[in-house]
């Protein structure tokens, strides 16, 4: 066991079993019939949609599947496989007309994407020539002042927005629930769009890390290439998570951990092997991310 792993440990068939039992009382308390969520091809979406049919069966889960022009064709791939996996009914809607609508696309010179692997690389370069407290992922966080930085914050997070009208629009007429995807480590460091995938009726993963989201992916026999494959957000090409918060899962969740646990920056630095200016970076996110996860009201007088 690696040092700090105790800090994330958890009894994984125990947890399934309270997910489950969480999602069907949700389901039942807000009167409705069933469930709808987004399917990205992603672990975490994967991961809710297996738990969604353990709790109410597949027949009463829906998954809108919701690509746009940059969206890489692998990801569409792997929802349906999940789609297939669980046996739940799936629609496709490209977004791309409503965004086009938007004038998202003339944001950027046409084809600034075409080639999907140089864009990556490219995009890979620049995050490495940034160091962490500067990066355009803390930009975002912090308010950017750089104008071309705001038009592509407003490029991609408009997705998520879009696609969240979509999935409350088919959960309405259904009379079903909408189930949310994000987890732990993307609530406390700000990885998410506010009203866009950070939106739902519930959020059955909140209270998980990314690594125990991996674990349990596994225990509910998500596809393999699915929990192994790096996690994207998909709204620009290149852009992995890792890349985009400086860290890898696995080191960053142990940080969090040991943050909200109220170990001090020294001893989490020690026992998971980073310096203690990579423990401050993390407190920074979490930090400056705080204005995601609520809404400001003024006080009565």
């Known amino acids: 066991m690696r040092n700090g792993d105790g800090w994330i440990k958890f009894d994984v068939k125990k947890e399934v079993e309270n997910l489950v039992v969480f999602i069907r009382e949700k389901v039942k308390s807000f009167n409705t019939r069933g469930i709808v969520l987004g399917l990205s091809g992603g672990i975490d979406s994967a991961c809710v949609c297996g738990l969604a049919v353990r709790a109410v069966g597949s027949n009463r889960v829906f998954g809108l599947i919701l690509p746009e022009q940059d969206s890489d064709p692998k990801s569409e791939e792997d929802a349906m496989k999940v789609a297939n996996r669980y046996g ?14 938007f004038g998202i696309y003339k944001i950027l010179p046409k084809g600034t994407f075409a080639n999907r692997e140089k864009v990556a690389k490219l995009i890979r370069l620049g995050y490495s020539l940034f160091p962490k407290t500067r990066s355009p992922f803390i930009g975002g966080l912090q308010g950017t002042r750089f104008g071309f930085q705001r038009k ?43 009203y866009g995938d950070g939106a739902a009726d519930i959020m059955p ?28 957000p998909d709204l620009i090409p290149g852009i992995e998570d890792e ?52 809404t400001l009201v003024k006080p009565d007088a």
């Open 243 to 294: 890349v985009a918060l400086g860290l890898s899962y696995e080191k960053l969740d142990l940080i969090l951990a040991g943050i909200s646990q109220g170990k001090g920056v020294k001893e989490i630095g020690n026992t998971i092997g980073v310096s203690s200016r990579v423990v401050k970076y993390v407190e920074n996110l979490i930090n400056l991310s705080s204005t995601l996860r609520e």
């Open 152 to 194: 592509i914050q407003a490029y991609y997070r408009i997705k998520h927005r879009v696609r969240m009208v979509h999935l409350y629009y088919y959960a309405e007429q259904l009379n079903y629930l909408v189930v949310g995807t994000a987890n732990k480590t993307e609530y406390l460091t700000g990885f998410f769009v506010k």
């Open 88 to 101: 739940v009914k799936v629609k496709t809607i490209n977004i791309t007309p409503i965004l086009e609508e």
């Open 205 to 232: 993963l909140i209270n998980l890390y990314k690594t125990q989201v991996r674990k349990i992916s596994k225990y509910i026999e998500v596809p393999e290439e699915i929990i192994k494959k790096p996690s994207i």
